[in-house]
């Protein structure tokens, strides 16, 4: 019979505020849809850091029959392929050294472009120049120690540091992060506000029911039970629509991300999932303790 009582004084103040329970569902929804959004980036770019802390940190591309390069006079030779590899593997900055063929460059590029065959329409194995992928032991410190001992040497066509391209990757999603957090942030504390608002006005509206339950000796807990799950339901609707914008963002921003990006990591379901489960803790906690809160300071019971 209470619990019937309970859900009946739940219903009736969803209803009675009905425009304020929406405005409440959807500041919600979009707070935390931004809140995991920022997490999701977060993911993103530590995943990606991960992947690319054992890659390759510098590329020695070498002179080929097509390069643009004047300093190129020909397609490199093997044995000035083999003195560039020796030099490399000399220095104690590096690692190791990989030689990849234009062959091998060919299928690399149409693994990493898979997704997309306009580019590899209008490229053919040629035109890949050969490579020594270079690992050093410190990338910060050895980047320029090691591409001044390659740069213009017999055979090299350029040296890229594929960590200051990286880097350029971080700080995007970086920014983007930063920038949705910061919205998140905004929009829970107006969801706070909103929660706050809504709770007292539902105690305002039904003040004369708690007064007659304060009467027959009704505890403090069960008269403020069905405002605190108001609340709680309200937050968890607007969990659910976060949760599918979530999923959105994972399907359509973040995955074709990776088009732009060769050899980008892809979040799994799991990461998913466990920012979903945090936006659900967030969204029962903000709304929970808020009306806690409020009723505290409202009905003086």
Known sequence: MRSNFVFQEIWVGLRRNLTMTVALVVVVAISLSLLGTGLLFVKQVDATQTYWQGKVQISVYLCYEDSANPDCHGAVTPAQTQALQQRLQSMSQV?????????????????????????????????????????????????????????????????????????????????????????????????????ANTIRLSAFNRRRETGIMRLVGASNFYIQLPFLLEGVIAGLLGWVLAAILLVGVKSLLLNNLQQYFNYNVGLSMGDLIEVVVLTMVVAVLLCGVTSFLTLRRYLRV
């Open 95 to 195: 690692e190791s050294v990989t030689y990849v063929s234009q062959a091998q460059a060919w299928t690399l590029y149409k693994q990493a472009f898979s997704n997309d065959q306009s580019y590899v329409s209008t490229l053919k194995e040629t035109d890949m120049p050969p490579s020594l992928e270079v690992k050093l032991n410190n990338p910060s410190a050895d980047y320029n120690i090691v591409a001044s001992a390659v740069t213009g040497a017999q055979g090299v066509d350029s040296v890229i540091d594929e960590m200051n391209i990286l880097d350029k990757f971080y700080r995007l999603l970086e920014g983007l992060r930063n920038a949705v957090v910061i919205v998140a942030l905004i929009l829970v504390v107006a969801a706070i506000l909103l929660v």
